[in-house]
Antibody
Framework: QVTLRESGPALVKPTQTLTLTCTFS??????????VSWVRQPPGKALEWLAL???????YYSTSLKTRLTISKDTSKNQVVLTMTNMDPVDTATYYC???????????????????WGQGTLVTVSS | DIQMTQSPSSLSASVGDRVTITCQAS??????LNWYQQKPGKAPKLLIY???NLETGVPSRFSGSGSGTDFTFTISSLQPEDIATYYC??????????FGQGTKLEIK
């Protein structure tokens, strides 16, 4: 059974750095092909993809936020950590971690989807 | 970056109605398009992957179609438990994933 759970502060002050941890079970991030991603959702607004880390420790970031984001993993602890610097009230959102599932079609092309999500953690940025 | 435009942004329909949501990509994304359902206070749930493939366990009243830039998500007979916000998501230009702005579905 695959589960993910986000943890971190509920409240951060403007200019501070946010650190969120995703603790997962039911799969290993050392398995070839596995990826974990972060997605956020401001209150009443749409989902926004933030970052991804894969089994090979390759890291990818949203173009608009890449200068502020760092993603890392601790395979032994089954954890993925996201840090976001210089927090602003507009960063107030529910932050989700999600596993990216995949399969290969008959032609060998790889297909992706967010198949398992954590319950999300609401982070409010306010002084 | 590829932009995803969903319409309508909100929709009110009656139980038993056929409901259709569209998603348009700013460039050709083949069939690299997934659909998610998000109920209030919950995480999104995968319903359709690769434009038209129903995720295991998802009721058959949900379906998807399309390729290239234009995609459609359909609920054939709306049920009360389908009240949610629905999102499309593309993955053509990996490793970037883009979501649509969502369609909020309400019961009339």
């Amino acid at each position: 059974q695959v589960t993910l759970r986000e943890s971190g502060p509920a409240l951060v002050k403007p200019t501070q750095t946010l650190t969120l941890t995703c603790t997962f079970s039911g799969f290993s991030l050392s398995t070839s092909g596995m990826c974990v991603s972060w997605v956020r959702q401001p209150p009443g607004k749409a989902l926004e993809w933030l970052a991804l880390i894969d089994w090979d420790d390759d890291k990818y970031y949203s173009t608009s936020l890449k200068t502020r984001l760092t993603i890392s993993k601790d395979t032994s602890k089954n954890q993925v950590v996201l840090t976001m610097t210089n927090m602003d009230p507009v960063d107030t959102a529910t932050y989700y971690c999600a596993r990216i599932g995949y399969y290969y079609d008959s032609s060998g092309s790889k297909h992706y989807y967010f198949d398992y999500w954590g319950q999300g953690t609401l982070v409010t940025v306010s002084s | 970056d590829i932009q995803m435009t969903q319409s309508p942004s909100s929709l009110s329909a009656s139980v038993g109605d056929r409901v259709t949501i569209t998603c348009q990509a700013s460039q050709d994304i083949s069939n690299y398009l997934n659909w998610y359902q998000q109920k209030p206070g919950k995480a999104p749930k995968l319903l359709i992957y690769d434009a038209s493939n129903l995720e295991t366990g998802v009721p058959s009243r949900f379906s998807g179609s399309g390729s290239g830039t234009d995609f459609t998500f359909t609920i054939s007979s709306l049920q009360p438990e389908d009240i949610a916000t629905y999102y499309c998501q593309q993955y053509d230009n990996l490793p970037s994933y883009t979501f649509g702005q969502g369609t909020k579905l309400e019961i009339k």
